[in-house]
């Protein structure tokens, strides 16, 4: 999976509400004295799958995207959706209420410089916009002649009576045999890299859970606990958590590494930090405004750069990495059984979309690991597989018969994430399919053996995976490859392929290789392994080489091959790949699925 995805969040989302809910915002707003008020779809820690207590913009409009932005003024209402949601969001929301509004076109920003009156106060939440998103934002009321008020509580919080309360899953330890490193050993390693800053407020709750070895349960698909810390660059860190996330033993051990402290002394403790002239680095992507203000207005100095656990976390050490091994090994059996089920089940005909993905579901569930998925499966048959950010409802729920059938899926096992996609030809494919999937195909195979020097960027081999595509005028709109998190997020940075991956791309990182192609309203294709930065020892080298291990060992569909588009090295690299795949998942499975596997993996 690439970026981002709906949420389950249906329950709360009522486009038919959202005239009445908006109506009772305006009130409240000029009880406020605001003549407005900004619904980003976020929560204190800029998360991508959030809390159902911090979906605030599903409530008021409806729409359940994983981002958006709601200005609901005194006389107009606009949502903001990037492009993928632009479709979507139409059907979700009333559009006599909002008006759907790309951001590519129309920034937030822009918008509101052509919208707001001078003089008009204009409200946002403190907690859920980063320092840079209220300085853009701050820019444009001012040109307008307006002004930006940051309003604590947030309105909603008020108007929403039903509103779920905040999270409290239990937190478990990471244990050290999937960590690989102690929690004692990581923190003094931050502490030794803050530089000239005196402590780092670590606002990233996946930040928090790799520094403390430790999961939690406040959102779904991540293991994440919702949580801050701050990590001083001589004493003892404090973890801010709330309580009732901690069982005895796990108390007992956080206790030893750090002070335990509720999160309402977060702010207290930076206005002391501040007061004291300290300078505190926050992390620019995830810290709330409100966190930087209070220790700029107390006195003190906020360096807004990059968490440095971010690099940290993303260089994966040699346990981890065996861990991904051992994940993507059961993970790979699960995907046999389901793909050996998948070709008996699909060409019988009544399979849906649905049904597939919970097939997948319970072969995963069976392998008796399974903690989460990593993200909800994208089953798409058809035309819906052309829609890269497809999400199945029981509405859009279609019929498998025969063409392509896409499923892109992961799960999160204690010592991996997985994330994989296949695409499955049900019937005989048309030429043009196959063209198209083997083009991608060699993209897929052109990043797999990718060899590059040592600071090389995602952005700077992004291409190797579109050319064969370029050659006949093609190309997809996203992203060639995501960073993952070890038992974390499917979507780790700084690490990406993609034509804006600015990090370099270090040893020990995984990422995935997913490259696409989408023909609209017909069908679509990706093929998605996950991958591994591993040293490359080349004879005669005189750079500092790097390329990928592949983690992913999963057949991929040889009906849709056009052999005679592909070269004797991508030949032989698929056949080297089938050959691994059929000697590491054969002995997983059980002699039906071993039987379709020896098939499924055969020469090219
Ligand atoms: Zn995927
Ligand atoms: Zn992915």
Known sequence: MFESLYQSFEDHADPSLGASRVEALRHALKRLKLDGFLVPRADQHQNEYVSESDERLAWLTGFTGSAGLAIVLADKAAIFVDGRYILAVAGQVDTSVFAPIASATTSPEAWLEGNLKKGARLGYDPWLHTPGAVERLAKAVGSAGAELVAVEPNPIDVLWTDRPPVPVGKVTLHAQKYAGETAAGKLARVAGALGAADALLVSDPHAVAWAFNIRGRDVSHTPLPLAYAVVPKQGRPTLYIDARKLDGPVRDKLGKLAEVAAPERLVSDLVSLGRGRKRILFDSATVAAKLTSVVERAGGICDTGRD?????????????????????????????????????????????????????????RETGKLKDLSFPSIAAFGANAAIPHYHVTERSNARIGKGIFLIDSGGQYEDGTTDITRTLAVGRPTAEMRDRFTRVLKGHIAIARAVFPKGTNGAQIDCLARVPLWQAGLDFDHGTGHGVGSYLSVHEGPQRIAKVGIAPLEEGMILSDEPG?????????????????????????????????????????????????????????????????????????EPSVRRWLAEATRRI
Request: net charge neutral.
């Open 308 to 364: 440095p656990i971010a690099v940290m976390k993303a260089r994966k050490n040699a346990t981890e990495l065996e861990g991904a091994r051992q994940a993507h090994l059961r993970d790979g059996a699960a995907m046999a059984r389901f793909l050996h089920w998948f070709s008996v089940t699909a060409p019988k005909g009544g399979l849906t979309e649905i049904a597939a993905a919970e097939a997948l579901e319970t072969f995963r």
């Open 517 to 589: 192609f989408y023909y609209a309203g017909h069908w679509g294709i990706r093929i998605e392994n996950l991958v591994t930065v591993t040293p490359r020892a080349i004879p005669g080298a005189e750079r500092e080489m790097l390329g990928f291990e592949t983690l992913t060992l999963v057949p991929i569909d040889r009906a849709l091959v056009e052999k005679k588009l592909l070269d004797a090295e991508e030949v032989a690299w698929l056949d080297a790949y089938h050959a691994r795949v059929r000697k590491e998942i054969s002995p997983l499975v």
